[in-house]
């Protein structure tokens, strides 16, 4: 990998640098890998204000995620030893989601002093389930699913602020990065609050849809999502959360639409469960090396535990 600083500084912190993300999508085209970019700088590069980013966010199918951890391994991004228990994973401003793979980009600033920026690998049965495997290379015109960050519809940004810091669309001189088409991006942030409805990730859901609201209600500046390109039932909701209504009465009534859609999900298979939180993960973990640990110290325990295999039974 060329010398590049690998991550910036913008007003509301560090972030990755957006020519690293060109990179790590030219390694992974290279290695075969469909991908598409997920997250805060999707957002921003549709054309939203957002400044929760903070780490760079891949989504590939589960069954190739080795194969692109390898191949960004052989551009110089080091897996993080520290993997979900990492704290730099913690302690942003929306919680992050926890991603199947993560590396530091810039070790020096890495795990003393979280939230730090993070490269994140995620497998695309946990955020995009309902959406086909991205292309290799470029998708076709008219992809419904999948469009190139340099694509037409998506808004120029000519303002002064430095190219991380606004985004929109990319210059079509750099290297080609593929993103979710904005209304496939917004089904699917609706799914993820159908499926983690109790759970703490419905922030970050609920934050990043707000976000594709305004894109929608900016109806003179940006025409990357119109209200009519989004599927029943998605577009009802969002037609709700993009009127001044919402702002009265959101709570009662945006929930109510939620679990209507919800409903509607389950019935037709279409919604997994969800995902056991990182408290519940940690929780997990704490109690299944306590059982191990005070097992092991206690001369009264059986000499055959009932059954259940010991994990640790071969450890110093
Ligand atoms: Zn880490």
Redesign the pocket.
């Known amino acids: 990998m060329s010398p590049m600083d690998v991550v910036v500084m913008t007003p509301w912190g560090w972030d990755v640098n957006p020519d690293l993300e060109d990179m790590v999508a030219e390694a992974l085209d290279k290695a075969g890998v469909p991908y598409c970019m997920w997250g805060g700088a999707v957002l921003r590069i549709y054309g939203s204000a957002t400044t929760n980013i903070h780490f760079s966010g891949w989504v590939v199918p589960d069954r190739v995620l080795q194969q692109a951890v390898e191949s960004l391994n052989d551009e110089g991004l080091d897996t ?1 030893p ?2 979900s228990s ?1 704290q ?2 913690s302690g942003h401003s929306v919680p992050l989601i926890v991603p199947d793979w ?3 980009p810039d070790d020096d600033i ?2 003393e002093s979280a939230p730090t920026p ?1 490269l994140n690998v995620y497998k695309s049965s946990r955020l995009l389930w309902s959406l086909p495997d991205p292309p290799v290379g470029a998708p076709s015109v008219g992809d419904p699913d999948y469009m190139l960050a340099s694509d037409p519809r998506i808004p120029e940004f000519k303002d002064p602020m430095s190219p991380w810091a606004s985004r929109g669309r990319h210059d079509p001189d750099r290297y080609p990065i593929k993103i979710p088409t904005a209304s496939k991006y917004a089904g699917s942030l609706i799914k993820l609050q159908c499926r983690d409805l109790a759970a703490p990730e419905l922030g970050s859901w609920t934050s990043q849809v707000g976000c594709m609201c305004d894109i929608v209600n900016d109806v003179d500046e940006n025409h990357v999502l119109r209200l009519e390109e989004i599927q029943e039932p998605f577009r009802h909701y969002m037609s709700y959360l993009s009127t001044e209504l919402s702002m009265y009465d959101a709570p009662a009534i945006s929930m109510g639409l939620l679990l209507a859609i919800r409903d509607e999900l389950r019935a037709s298979n279409e919604l997994p469960p969800a995902e056991p939180s990182q408290f519940q993960k940690l929780l997990a973990l704490t109690i299944r090396r306590l059982k191990n640990g005070v097992g092991k110290s206690l001369p009264y325990r059986p000499a055959e535990s009932n059954g259940e295999p010991d994990g640790g039974s071969n450890g110093a």
């Open positions: 993080c520290f993997g990492c730099s994973l993560h590396c530091h890495a795990i993070t």
